[in-house]
């Protein structure tokens, strides 16, 4: 089992910046990745962010050259920095970990961009 909580959404304006945190019940190391997805409104959950066990990330295209995915080991977080946001970026985020072959996931965190 992991246990995830989340925190750091909230409501931002355009082209501001956010920081998700995702605190894990287990040793990141003993995860074999862990994810960002989103949720908009309407819309099917999608990935925004990955980093692996051996540090390598993960970006969807919309996403790339503004969002970055980073780890404290020490602390056993996993972090999103959300940077130039857009209201396109609006949804609920989802933090998510997969270890041998199963998914765990956070209780999501509301992410607002107002224009």
């Known amino acids: 089992q992991v246990q995830l909580v989340e925190s750091g959404g909230g409501l931002v304006q355009a082209g501001g910046s956010l920081r998700l945190s995702c605190e894990t019940s287990r040793s990141i190391f003993s995860i074999n990745r862990m994810g960002w997805y989103r949720q908009a409104p309407g819309k099917q959950r999608e990935l925004v962010a990955s980093i692996r066990s051996g540090g390598s990330t993960y970006y969807a295209d919309s996403v790339k050259g503004r969002f970055t995915i980073s780890r404290d080991n020490a602390k056993n977080t996993v972090y999103l920095e959300m940077n130039s946001l857009k209201p396109e970026d609006t949804g609920v985020y989802y933090c998510?970990?997969?270890?041998?072959?199963?998914?765990?996931w956070g209780q999501g965190t509301q992410v607002t961009v107002s224009s």
């Open positions: 998510n970990a997969m270890r041998d072959l199963l998914n765990y």
